[in-house]
DNA sequence: AGCGGGAAAGACCGGTCTGTCTCCCCCTGC
DNA sequence: GCAGGGGGAGACAGACCGGTCTTTCCCGCT
């Protein structure tokens, strides 16, 4: 119960600009974080296994990260840049040849991840009923799921379309079903997601 | 762990020596288990809490319930009796005149709901996520929500849509979507979801 | 060569979890 | 009156939780 030397932590607060060999284990602790946690979800993996599996000591952990909840904050923005981003928008964005094709295709790519063996879920979602809204990291989930609203917007705007606010609400109620669909069996979830995403884009068109 | 499923949940005839009392006991921990287990799902909620909120001893509690488990078992049941079937679906059924009309209502229902104060979320999505869908809480949230596709498919086929089946599970992906959006905290996800499913039922119009 | 610091290992802390068991009271049926 | 059983209260077990801290070792720097 010291009170005093509380080791400042000012070289390496973010992730970037990894100074030498402490990165190693901050890495090697996300690695091992964004498997578990993306698979089982946050509540059902402890400090103890994931330290374990990364071959790392407590303490090293507890210098690195000063709860459990600042690791998860940090998985959760791994998962947006790995997931949101380069898995989803912008293998989207590729599949597509016009702003609408490349909308469509987010549920093409939906689909297909509903079919890997690996399959796991969304991890917002999951963090965000697991805390609730009220929690730090439902907070953090509902901002990285208005993040991602935000790039569906962004698509409709590019497309022309109207009230592109109100069509990334409505595109994200179907992309949101159709994960948790998925999630209890129907594989089939991307395709008809994609059907009523289809119908949604004629009734935006102006 | 028995997988036997027996819930002695108001079963008057069985019972032997003081069918009051230990009702009673029965009835008071369904009840608050009812209130803990909506507002902040499964795993959040201890027994200990449980035996406590209900001033019910811990033998007596487990002499009712042989697990935990066993008491979310008999939960869900009570909730998809109170809440599918009693809140949504019956609901639906009146307010609307024709088989249309009683589809849309359910999107009616649920934007009301998503309005009230005590708005706590979907309980199954909510355990099929906290547990995982092999775990058997996880297979009986599963569950319960086909059956509640059921519902759906029922209403479908007295509305004369094509291919009600399918029909039931496009319609679900707009239920579950609007509720994690709801959760999310946009209140106008019943009435999005309910313009996607006018749209949908044209679609499946002969 | 000597020093300092990072990291590993793990004991330890208070608390929580599910589930078992004991003790005693009180109510009911005979 | 009296036996018996249900139920309340709660100690207890054993595991696990997040988090702290000590000890030891190793590696690089001067």
Redesign the interface.
């Known amino acids: 119960m010291s009170t005093e030397a509380k080791v400042p932590i000012s070289d390496a607060p973010s992730q970037v600009a990894s100074p030498e060999g402490s990165a190693k284990s901050v890495e090697r602790i996300l690695l091992v974080a964004y498997e578990l946690f993306s698979r ?2 946050i ?1 059902d993996v402890g400090v103890n296994e994931l330290i374990e599996r990364s071959g790392v000591a407590k303490a090293t952990f507890y210098r690195h990260f000063p709860s459990k909840d600042s690791l998860v904050l940090a998985f959760l923005e791994q998962r947006d840049k790995l997931w949101t981003v380069e898995a989803i928008v912008s293998q989207a964005r590729r599949q597509g040849q016009t702003p609408v094709e490349r909308l469509l295709a987010i549920f093409d790519v939906l689909g297909e991840w509903f079919r890997r063996d690996d399959f796991e ?1 969304s991890t917002f ?2 963090v ?3 805390m ?2 009220s929690h730090p990291l439902g907070q953090a989930s ?1 901002n990285y ?1 208005a993040k991602l609203r935000g790039h569906v917007q962004a698509l409709a705007e590019e497309a022309g379309l109207v009230d592109p606010a ?1 069509f990334a ?2 595109w ?7 994960i ?2 998925a ?4 594989l ?2 991307g395709k ?2 994609r ?2 995403a289809g ?2 884009i004629e ?1 935006h068109k102006a």
């Open positions: 089982r979800g509540r879920g979602i999951q965000l009923l697991e609730g809204p509902i799921l109100g609400r409505s994200q109620i179907l992309m949101k079903g159709s948790i669909s999630t209890g069996g129907d089939d979830a008809r997601a059907q009523m119908w949604l009734h």
